[in-house]
């Protein structure tokens, strides 16, 4: 059974930054590309950052480029994103998943997601 467990969210001030983690199971992590979705309030879920299986291709939405960085780590199966200079508009719901890099197509039932919450 394929799963993920996102972890690392939490309120932070605007400027602030936050490392959000990923842990899988139930599949080969290391032969999947890896991706970053979120939710905002209101809205759908859109990709934020993706990763190549081999963990040297990324992309990122063009909202977060230069402040968010994707990475994966095969010994841990597990997927992180590290955001920086956190803005109000980052506040949302994020979720992981194995999907098909560079496309937004993900491949497995979503997890529970990690809040994040920018706000002074």
């Known amino acids: 059974q394929v799963q993920f467990v996102e972890s690392g969210g939490g309120l932070v001030e605007p400027g602030g930054s936050l490392r959000l983690s990923c842990a899988t199971s139930g599949f080969t992590f290391s032969n999947y590309d890896m991706m970053w979705h979120r939710q905002r309030p209101g809205g759908e879920r859109e990709l934020v950052a993706s990763?190549?299986?081999?963990?040297?291709?990324?992309k990122y939405a063009d909202s977060v480029k230069g402040r968010f960085t994707i990475s994966k780590d095969d010994d841990k199966n597990t997927a992180y994103l590290q955001m920086h200079s956190l803005q109000p508009e980052d506040t949302a719901v994020y979720y992981c998943?194995?999907?098909?890099?560079?496309?937004?197509?993900?491949?497995?039932?979503w997890g529970q997601g990690t809040q994040v919450t920018v706000s002074s």
């Open positions: 998943n194995a999907g098909s890099y560079p496309t937004t197509l993900s491949y497995f039932p």
């Open positions: 990763i190549a299986n081999s963990g040297i291709a990324t």
